[in-house]
């Protein structure tokens, strides 16, 4: 099922050391064991290291096959020019809120409110005794 490149992505899972030393040969294909109830993704081998490098610094296709690559997309009108790509649209700057530049509402007096503000506000009645303590600790103090 992997030998040909496993074009299916799939995994080995396998106790056996012959068998998971064919896979670790192959490269792109995950190997996974049993150790202690758990299963385990071993560590990708030397092989799939070294085809993941390969593969990042291009070598897997050659300049010329790029060249060709190219000039068949252009052939095709696959490729977009520079002048065919669309730019980003900015955002554009806009002005503030219009909510926020409407006038204030004045606010209109009610009677009852009006009555409420003309009530004169009550004194504290402290209670004698805590003040002649207060008074006493701070002549102590003095």
């Given at each position: 099922?992997?030998?040909?490149?496993?074009?299916?992505?799939?995994?080995?899972?396998?106790?056996?050391?012959?068998?998971?030393?064919?896979?670790?040969?192959?490269?792109?294909?995950?190997?996974?064991?049993?150790?202690?109830?758990?299963?385990?993704?071993?560590?990708?081998?030397?092989?799939?290291?070294?085809?993941?490098?390969?593969?990042?610094?291009?070598?897997?296709?050659s300049?010329?096959?790029?060249?060709?690559?190219?000039?068949?997309?252009?052939?095709?009108g696959?490729?977009?020019?520079?002048?065919?790509?669309?730019?980003?649209?900015?955002?554009?700057?806009?002005?503030?809120?219009?909510?926020?530049?409407?006038?204030?509402?004045?606010?209109?007096?009610?009677?009852?409110?009006?009555?409420?503000?003309?009530?004169?506000?009550?004194?504290?009645?402290?209670?004698?005794?805590?003040?002649?303590?207060?008074?006493?600790?701070q002549?102590?103090?003095e």
């Amino acid at each position: 099922m992997v030998e040909e490149g496993n074009p299916h992505h799939y995994f080995v899972a396998t106790q056996d050391q012959n068998l998971s030393m064919k896979v670790k040969k192959k490269p792109g294909v995950p190997l996974m064991f049993i150790i202690q109830n758990t299963i385990v993704l071993d560590k990708p081998s030397p092989k799939t290291v070294a085809f993941v490098k390969a593969v990042e610094s291009g070598q897997l296709v050659s300049v010329h096959e790029k060249q060709s690559i190219k000039q068949l997309k252009e052939e095709q009108g696959l490729v977009k020019n520079q002048e065919q790509r669309r730019r980003k649209k900015r955002k554009k700057i806009s002005g503030p809120n219009p909510l926020s530049c409407l006038k204030k509402k004045k606010k209109t007096q009610d009677p009852e409110s009006s009555a409420s503000e003309k009530k004169r506000k009550r004194k504290r009645i402290r209670n004698r005794s805590t003040s002649k303590v207060l008074s006493e600790k701070q002549n102590d103090n003095e």
